[in-house]
């Protein structure tokens, strides 16, 4: 079994074309085309979107420095 790592992934959807922020995920995943993945599919059910809508703004190792953000570590 792979070791996992903590992700920090950026996602923006709809809510761009209104002004707002981008949302923040933070996942646990083995690798970071998973937890690109994992981020993507929890924000498609939760803002109840299309994945064709997202765009993955930036992503890194770790967790957020500051800000808010939404903790699906233990997803």
């Not at 190792?61 to 800000?67: A, C, K, N, S």
Request: charged share 20%; proline share 4%; no cysteine.
């Amino acid at each position: 079994m792979s070791e996992t790592s903590v992700y920090t992934v950026t996602i923006s959807g709809l809510e761009r074309d209104e002004g707002h922020a981008p949302f923040v995920w933070v996942v646990t995943e083995s690798e970071p085309e998973n937890a690109i993945g994992k981020a993507l599919g929890i924000h498609a059910q939760i803002m109840e979107e299309s994945a064709h809508s997202l765009v993955v703004e930036s992503w890194h190792v770790g967790m957020p420095v500051d800000g808010f953000w939404n903790d699906y570590r233990a997803a």
